[in-house]
C-alpha cells in the first residue's frame, strides 16, 4: 500500500509570496496518476493539477506541480488571498494527509 | 455543467446500513465516459475514496472497507447508490458523491453530506 506523505503540515505566508508544497510517496509511483487539489472549509475538494503537471480547467497558471519518482512538487508562485487553504495530493485515489496555507 | 447532489439519512445507528444515493443533473451517467461514485473524509483528516463505478455496472471498491460497501447505479433515473453495512463510528464523516476518471482522479464532486454513525 502506498502512503502519501506531505510537507509541511502547515505553511504561513503572506498575499504575494510563493508556496512550496511538497508530497513523498512510499515507493516509486507514476507520475501519469497523481494529482493535487485544494479544500476550503466547508467546501469540497477541487481537482487543481492531473498527471503531475497538467492544469484542471479553468486552474489559474501560478499553480504549477512537477515531480516524478517518489517526489512531486505543488507551487503557488504568488499566493492570492483565495489561495489560503488545505493541499492534499493524490496517487490513484490514495490521499495525502494535507498542508494547510495559512496567511502569516 | 454536471453537478452532483447526495441524499439521505444524517443519522444511522452502529451495526446498522448506511444508505446514500447521488442525483446527477446536467448531464447523463449513461452517455459519459466517466466513473461515478463516493469519497468520504472524517475531520481534519485527508479524502478516503470508498469506490466507483461505470454504467454498465463494473464496480471498483477499497480493499480496506472490507467488502462492507456495495455500489449500484439506476441509468433510468440517473442516479448512483452507496450502502455500507455495518457501521461503527469510525464511519461518521462527510461523504461525496463524485465523478472520476477511472482510478485516477476526482473531476468533480457533490457538495457532501455529513453521516453520523450513533446510537
Known amino acids: 500500500e502506498i502512503v502519501l506523505t506531505q510537507s509541511p503540515g502547515t505553511l504561513s505566508l503572506s498575499p504575494g509570496e510563493r508556496a512550496t508544497l511538497s508530497c513523498r510517496a512510499s515507493?516509486?509511483?507514476?507520475?501519469?496518476?497523481f494529482a493535487w487539489y485544494q479544500q476550503k472549509p466547508g467546501q469540497a475538494p477541487r481537482l487543481l493539477i492531473y498527471a503531475a503537471s497538467s492544469r484542471a480547467t479553468g486552474i489559474p497558471d501560478r499553480f504549477s506541480g512537477t515531480g516524478s519518482g517518489t517526489d512531486f512538487t505543488l507551487t503557488i508562485s504568488r499566493l492570492e488571498p483565495e489561495d489560503f487553504a488545505v493541499y492534499y495530493c493524490?496517487?490513484?485515489?490514495?490521499f495525502g494527509g494535507g498542508t494547510r496555507v495559512e496567511i502569516k | 455543467q454536471v453537478q452532483l447532489q447526495e441524499s439521505g439519512p444524517g443519522l444511522v445507528k452502529p451495526s446498522e446500513t448506511l444508505s446514500l444515493t447521488c442525483t446527477v443533473s446536467g448531464g447523463s451517467i449513461s452517455g459519459s465516459p466517466y466513473y461515478w461514485g463516493w469519497m468520504r473524509q472524517s475531520p481534519g483528516k485527508g479524502p478516503e475514496w470508498i469506490g466507483n463505478?461505470?454504467?454498465?455496472?463494473?464496480?471498483y471498491y477499497n480493499p480496506s472497507l472490507k467488502g462492507r460497501v456495495t455500489i449500484s447505479v439506476d441509468t433510468s433515473r440517473n442516479e448512483f447508490s452507496l450502502k455500507m453495512n455495518s457501521v461503527t463510528a469510525a464511519d461518521t464523516a462527510v461523504y461525496y458523491c463524485a465523478k472520476f476518471r477511472f482510478l485516477e482522479w476526482v473531476l468533480g464532486w457533490g457538495q457532501g453530506t455529513l453521516v453520523t454513525v450513533s446510537s
Open positions: 463505478l461505470y454504467h454498465t455496472g463494473t464496480t
Open positions: 493524490q496517487h490513484r485515489l490514495t
Open positions: 515507493q516509486i509511483v507514476s507520475s501519469n496518476y
